[in-house]
């Protein structure tokens, strides 16, 4: 690396960029780690361009821990190998009380009645990675393999935002330039899901759960593709050739202090009744996590003690895995049926004998898609093997070759739509079929249901059902229908089991949603490849419906993160004319079609919303959405960094900790006029 001073730039720039690199870190970091982002992706995106810009102009001055350098380097053909000094364990499982119980009963034997804590962890549902940095930069990452040997994923690893490319070393930190770190990759379901659906929309594989499709993801040769996924990273465990460690916790304190992103939830437990009301809690919580879970990792928390214990085997016998009973469920698939969804994309679906699964009964689960049924070879009356994660749809991830009856029957994918009975076409490279016929009757209704969905316009009560009947009496031909559903007050009030109320409340939630976002209506559209971020993007960037209607396909190529395929799909969508009509209707209906003020100038910027218990006017999203229109932002838990905590009826735990606190308690009454004030 040269030094800066021998650069030809003058001190200034050097200046700016050191401040930009600053900057962006710190954002990374309380991104990431913090969980509580200062700014939004636009304005983030804006110092990253002009670090960019700056670092193109003097490229003598780029180091390799700048946040640019996330992508580097050329795809790899073969991944290095990698001995771990320290070889990788992994935990011996339990499934019952009774099993943890034994557990702490050994520990206490072997400990010969000293005294000893546990810490209960998340046990992260993803991949295992072994991390150094030395002299605080990030030199290596490798998988676990088999324990012993991993593959060198370096330059894959660098390009996930949450792990730090540097670490931050000051006071007592200091001492910790030569580190091990390991953790778990991961992704958000949430964001999998988006990731999943972008991909369907352009026809590629689509992954069956979070894990995998990171394991598959660090396995990529192109670290450009690589940085494209939404990968997250948790850490937990923190080893030091130089500095002796106490305890796990303590080294849970030290690694978030290092800049690593530690999750909040660990809890030091005196005693294993601690350790299995803790685990009973994850068991039935698991799904408020953003993340999966597949269970809680109990350690000794005294490192002194966990070395007495030691391992056998590969396991250390100071920790254990206290796994969650699966979702798993095996069942008779009797039928294959093909669905089409809002974009023509037909799907099939298994239908199954019904079978209970982790709180519900499943009769349908999605098949993915041919090549799926044709490489795993399902047929119908296989006994397969359904799986349920966090509020994803239940998905066939395999069957029981054993149990296959004489009379299994192959599947033959349909050539016909079977809403509409137009040919059904599978282009080139993509692995869905399609119905290309835009007026076919399930589009129509995929596209309405979704435009009033949550995420959408949030149109309380016209959900599938409603959707379905109003599309089949003729009343819904479009989605700027919706907005005229008014005229039709008589027809409405008619129907069966509807009334005057009925009528009333769904005509009032269409109103409402003539409020929501540009961003909101632009991903409400269903424009092919156009998710909720890209949405998001787009109306940061051109802030109104007619400067994205006029862009050319070159602009739209110019923002960041929208690939030509998605430039190429918006820049389609808005020359043609039943679009445009529609965007009119939509424009005359008053729907907001402009970016409203940026954050900064809203009232309640900055301040931070706790929301518990049960409000009697709103829902949670709905509260979360007022705050959020202000500038206000919504949190989990309640800190000293909260400014209010809404109480509505049986408020939880938060109430009591904002009281010890002392944060502003508002009643409901309280924040409406909060809100309606800063409007
Ligand atoms: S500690 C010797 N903590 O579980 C202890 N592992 O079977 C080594 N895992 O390969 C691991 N969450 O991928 C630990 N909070 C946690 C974990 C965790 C998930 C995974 C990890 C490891 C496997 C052990």
Redesign the pocket.
Known sequence: MKSAASSGAGKDVRLEIEKLREQIREHDYRYYVLADPSISDFEYDRLMKRLIDLEAQHPDLVTPDSPTQRVGGKPTKIFKQIRHPVP????S?TYSEDELRDFDKRVRNLLGGEKYEYVS????????LRLVYEKGALVLAAT?GDGETGDDITANVRTIRAVPLRLKLSGETSAFSNIEV???VLMNRVEFQEMNREREESGEKIFANPRNATAGTLKLQDPGEVAKRPLRF?S??LLSGEVALKSQWESLQLLRKLGLPVTEHVKLCRSIDQVVEATRYWETERDKLPFE?DGN?I?VNSTGQQEILG?VAR??RW?I?YKFAARQASTVMRDITVQVGRIGTITPVADLEPVFLAGSTISRATLHNEDYIKEKDVRIGDTVIVEKSGDVIPAIVGFIKEKRPSTAKPFRFPHKCPACGEPAVRLEGEAAYYCENYECPAQVRGRIEHFASRRAMDIEGMGESVVDRLVSIGLLKSVADVYELHNHRDELEALERWGKKSVENLLNAIDRSKLRPFSKLLFALGIRHVGERTAQILAEHFQSMDKLTKASLEELQFVSDIGPTIAESIYRFFRDQKNRELLSRLRRAGLRLEESVRRKEEKLSGQTFVITGTLSAYTRDQAREMIESAGGKVTESVSKKTNYVVVGENPGSKYDKAQKLKIAILTEEKFVKLIENSR
């Open positions: 990788m364990l992994s935990l499982n962890e998340l046990k992260f549902d993803g991949v295992a676990r390991r953790g778990e948790f937990y465990y879970i990792v350690k391992s396991s250390p920790a895995a």
